[in-house]
Antibody
Framework: EVQLLDSGGGFVQPGGSLRLSCAASGFTFSNYAMSWVRQAPGKGLEWVSAVSGGSGTTYYADSVKGRFTISRDNSKNTLYLQMNTLRVEDTAVYYC???????????????WGQGTLVTVSS | DIQMTQSPSSLSASVGDRVTITCQASQDISNFLNWYQQKPGKAPKLLIYDASNLETGVPSRFSGSRSGTDFTFTISSLQPEDIATYYCQHYDNFPPVTFGQGTRLEIK
């Protein structure tokens, strides 16, 4: 059974940093691309970042480029999102999502974590 | 970037009703479209992939179809447990991927 367990959320002041984690199990983690998708309170879904399987090529939404860094540790079956220079508008529930392929269907998600809440406020 | 226009934004229907939600892509995305169900406080759940394929374990009352850049999601007979927000999402021409604005479905 595929399981994705998100963690690391919390309360942080504007300009601060936070690192999210997503622990994966039930599939061969290294073979699949992974993404982070966020949802601001009462709003819709927004793709944030992705990392391919294999070479680990990274991709970012314009709204987070230069501030967030996605990475993966295939030996620990864990996905990360390092968030720096956080803004109030980054407040959201952050979900990790598994893709259906390593490189050709990176944005095609079949499983999601339960989410972790990030609150950026002064 | 490809835009997805989803409608309606909210919908109220009775148990047993046929419910339809539409998404229009701003350009051709072939069949690269998913439909998700999200219940309050929960993660999205994949229902339909590649525009019209039912995910394993999903009830057959859910279906999807495509006509050009127009995509339709249908619940053939609404059940109380179907109360949720539904999102379309394209994954063509990555990055980025974009989601529709969501349709909040309520019981009348």
């Amino acid at each position: 059974e595929v399981q994705l367990l998100d963690s690391g959320g919390g309360f942080v002041q504007p300009g601060g940093s936070l690192r999210l984690s997503c622990a994966a199990s039930g599939f061969t983690f290294s073979n699949y691309a992974m993404s982070w998708v966020r949802q601001a309170p009462g709003k819709g879904l927004e793709w944030v970042s992705a990392v391919s399987g294999g070479s680990g090529t990274t991709y970012y939404a314009d709204s987070v480029k230069g501030r967030f860094t996605i990475s993966r540790d295939n030996s620990k079956n864990t996905l990360y999102l390092q968030m720096n220079t956080l803004r109030v508008e980054d407040t959201a529930v952050y979900y990790c999502a598994k893709a259906t392929d390593s490189v050709s269907r990176i944005g095609d998600f079949d499983y999601w974590g339960q989410g972790t809440l990030v609150t950026v406020s002064s | 970037d490809i835009q997805m226009t989803q409608s309606p934004s909210s919908l109220s229907a009775s148990v047993g009703d046929r419910v339809t939600i539409t998404c229009q892509a701003s350009q051709d995305i072939s069949n690269f479209l998913n439909w998700y169900q999200q219940k309050p406080g929960k993660a999205p759940k994949l229902l339909i992939y590649d525009a019209s394929n039912l995910e394993t374990g999903v009830p057959s009352r859910f279906s999807g179809s495509r006509s050009g850049t127009d995509f339709t999601f249908t619940i053939s007979s609404l059940q109380p447990e179907d109360i949720a927000t539904y999102y379309c999402q394209h994954y063509d021409n990555f990055p980025p991927v974009t989601f529709g604005q969501g349709t909040r479905l309520e019981i009348k």
